[in-house]
């Protein structure tokens, strides 16, 4: 279908498309709200073709979040493991998610803190291909990823660089308790080595 423009003087476009009804017809929705503009470069790039469905639902998510905000808390985007479960996202590998999309550049992300009650602080996400409020222009780390190659390769660094931190922690846990168990073992050794001397004491015996 041709759209048709607006010719000048000299019989060259001037731009602006010709008609009020097919203006309309072609102008972003009316009262959808806010709205997410995707580059057409970024649609067509190595690192959007590569990634997962579940990387996307998860970039789906920050996109929703963006419009809820009107494109203010780019940097500040949430994104949490129930929403995150409600959009299909399975909760054991939300964090490999979230790697894959930081290697694929088109996500960064602050880590949050995990605690109790009200003192849990949530991650940050932000959309790479957008500024944020505080004046950070458009980082696209995106366009280093030149091939589809290039873009698995990244990705399963990522993902292997994941795996062995998961592995440290859960060496230094395993430690933890090991030590832990070892302490209170010899606290009730010492007890009980404290009772029966005092049992098999003279002195404390009743006469």
Request: net charge positive; glycine share 8%.
């Amino acid at each position: 279908m041709t759209a048709y423009r607006k010719t000048g003087a000299h019989n060259r476009s001037t731009g602006p498309i010709a008609g009020k009804r097919m203006r309309k017809a072609l102008s972003p929705p009316s009262n959808a709200g806010f709205w997410v503009a995707v580059p057409l470069d970024l649609l067509n790039s190595p690192a959007w073709v590569a990634m997962s469905a579940q990387c996307r639902k998860f970039v789906d998510a920050l996109m929703a979040d963006f419009c809820a905000h009107s494109g203010m808390e780019n940097g500040n985007l949430k994104a949490t493991y129930d929403q995150l479960e409600a959009r299909g996202v399975r909760r054991k590998i939300i964090l490999d998610v979230v790697v894959e999309a930081e290697a694929l550049g088109v996500a960064q992300a602050s880590r949050g803190q995990r605690s109790y009650g009200s003192r849990i602080a949530p991650s940050t996400y932000r959309l790479t291909w957008y500024g944020t409020p505080d004046g950070l222009m458009a980082t696209h780390e995106w366009k280093a990823i030149k091939t589809p190659e290039e873009a698995e390769i990244r990705v399963l660094n990522a993902l292997e660089t994941l795996e062995r931190e998961r592995s440290d922690k859960r060496a230094r846990r395993e430690q933890y308790l090991s030590t832990r168990d070892a302490e209170a073992r010899a606290g009730l050794d010492a007890i009980d080595d404290a009772l029966g001397g005092a049992k098999n004491d003279p002195r404390s015996r009743v006469a």
